[in-house]
């Protein structure tokens, strides 16, 4: 089992930035590789940004790409999402996700945080 504890969340203009974090505790699974999804509202969890184990690999969805930068500090057991250039369209909850792979579809996913809201305002 690991639990994942997302933070850093809050609203912000367009154009702004946030910082988000997950702390993993538990099993091993807090060194897995980590992805970071996100839902607004009435619209389906989409995949936002995956982070391999040891963070030499990354991936981004087309939406973020340019404009969020995930990291990890497997130290800490943390996962960072560093979003700049913030528009509406980012508002959502952001949920951190662990998994056996970089995890691109939800249903790769094994294990989720409960949720960070991220809310942008024109």
């Known amino acids: 089992q690991v639990q994942l504890v997302e933070s850093g969340g809050g609203s912000v203009q367009a154009g702004g930035s946030l910082i988000l974090s997950c702390v993993a505790s538990g099993s091993t699974f807090s060194t897995h590789p980590r992805s970071w999804f996100r839902q607004a509202p009435g619209k389906e969890r989409e995949f936002v940004a995956t982070i391999s184990s040891n963070g030499g690999s990354k991936y981004y969805a087309d939406s973020v790409k340019g404009r969020f930068t995930i990291s990890r500090d497997n130290v800490k057991k943390t996962v960072y999402l560093y979003l700049n250039n913030l528009t509406p369209e980012d508002t959502a909850v952001y949920y951190c996700?662990?998994?056996?792979?970089?995890?691109?579809?939800?249903?790769?996913?094994?294990?989720w945080g409960q949720g960070t809201q991220v809310s942008v305002s024109s």
């Open positions: 996700a662990a998994a056996h792979t970089m995890a691109r579809n939800v249903r790769e996913v094994v294990f």
